[in-house]
């Protein structure tokens, strides 16, 4: 069996991470699936899934490596092309990657006990996000 379900987020401009586990654990328990697997894909160019503890000094540090690795005030051929300034967020988005999969035992995802599914807003604009949630197995 597949489920299909999707988070909705409102973010801000600049780099954001938003804790999205609840929503994600909601969606493997409403497809009462016990064995299998959980994908979360973000849909955008500028934006990432990952794990993260999600506490205020990771979500620190991880804004500032993404900075220090990929500059956003470094000429990135995107900007010359375009001149839309996001040329750091699609480099950043690349590097972490738009999907995750979970695995599912006992009608739960399987995580550590500090580790949650985190959307990551990595461009200079306020965005209207859709995460998709695909949970499978039976």
């Known amino acids: 069996m597949i489920q299909s379900h999707h988070i909705r987020l409102e973010t801000r401009q600049g780099t954001g991470i938003f804790d999205v586990t609840r929503e994600v654990e909601k969606a493997v328990s409403d497809s009462r699936i016990a064995e299998g697997v959980c994908t979360i894909f973000a849909v955008g160019s500028t934006c990432a899934i990952a794990t993260l503890e999600f506490e205020s000094g990771l979500i620190e540090d991880m804004t500032q490596a993404l900075e220090r690795l990929f500059p956003q005030h470094m000429i990135y051929e995107h900007e010359r092309r375009w001149h839309d300034g996001n040329g750091h967020s699609h480099i950043r988005a690349s590097f972490l990657g738009q999907s995750l999969v ?4 006992g009608g739960r995802l399987v995580l550590g006990t500090w580790q949650q599914v985190v959307f990551i807003e990595l461009d200079n ?12 197995g039976e």
């Open 102 to 105: 979970v695995p599912i035992t």
């Open 125 to 136: 604009k306020p965005r209207t996000r859709a995460v998709v949630v695909q949970v499978m």
